[in-house]
């Protein structure tokens, strides 16, 4: 068997059980076990469950960030960009819950090498979001009667798609863990753009919250 063929075996089997046991109570037999391969083969492919966890992460976090990427027109309007963007995030995580699993909570909770993949993917969707959120503020600003009023600040537009991809993730898990009905990927994308594009087209229009009549 290739060698390239018997590792993707391995790292399927090492993302399912990182997934429901966690990194720590993960074991390399049960590891080899589910990929069919020897204990001694899995360690002189992936040197050690350290080094096998971190390939894992990287490998979930490529495969997110392409999906997102590849859904992207470049040319489309700013809403359809973010909307298929979600989709795609989305339609991924719940296709690969077990990948999922393992960026979402066992990256984050067992430091190094794989927290770093996962900031690093999540400070690529955040800029990606800043930029829709920025030439949404930009192009409502030009059409505005001169007064400045849609124009956002740079730290609000990085500020909003910071809350965008943190709202993204947390329904991820909810989707990926509710009992019975379970939200298509369009329907949690959608749940999504009627809270941030509402908003963001109050802020086109130059409409911001103030506490000025409240008490």
């Known amino acids: ?11 399927d089997a090492a993302v399912e059980v990182f997934a429901r046991r966690g990194y720590r109570a993960a074991s390399m ?6 990929a069919g391969a020897s204990k001694p083969l899995v360690y002189l492919y992936l040197n050690s469950k350290e080094d096998l966890f ?4 990287r490998r979930e976090a490529e495969a997110l960030k392409a999906a997102v990427r590849a859904a992207i027109e470049p040319d489309a309007s700013a809403d ?4 298929h963007g979600l989709r795609a995030f989305f339609t991924h995580t719940a296709e690969h819950p ?5 960026l979402s909570c066992q990256a984050r909770t067992n430091g190094e090498p794989a927290a770093p993949v996962v900031d690093e993917l ?7 979001v800043t930029r829709l959120i920025a030439a ?3 192009t409502a600003a030009e059409g505005a009667d001169g007064d400045g009023s849609a124009a956002l600040a740079g730290h609000e537009a990085s500020g909003l798609a910071h809350a965008l991809v943190g709202a993204a993730e947390s329904l991820a ?3 990926n863990t509710r009992t019975g009905a379970v939200p298509s990927a369009k329907e949690t994308a959608a749940t999504l753009m009627n809270v941030a594009w509402v908003g963001l087209e109050n802020l086109r229009a130059g409409r911001r919250w103030t506490r000025a009549a409240r008490p």
């Open 54 to 57: 971190g390939a894992c992460v």
């Open 173 to 175: 898990g909810w989707a």
């Open 29 to 34: 037999d049960e590891i080899a076990e589910l």
């Open 1 to 11: 068997m290739p060698r390239e063929v018997r590792e993707r075996q391995m790292l």
């Open 80 to 83: 359809d960009r973010l909307w």
């Open 98 to 102: 077990d990948g999922w699993a393992v």
């Open 122 to 128: 999540r400070q690529e969707m955040v800029g990606l």
């Open 136 to 138: 949404t503020a930009a």
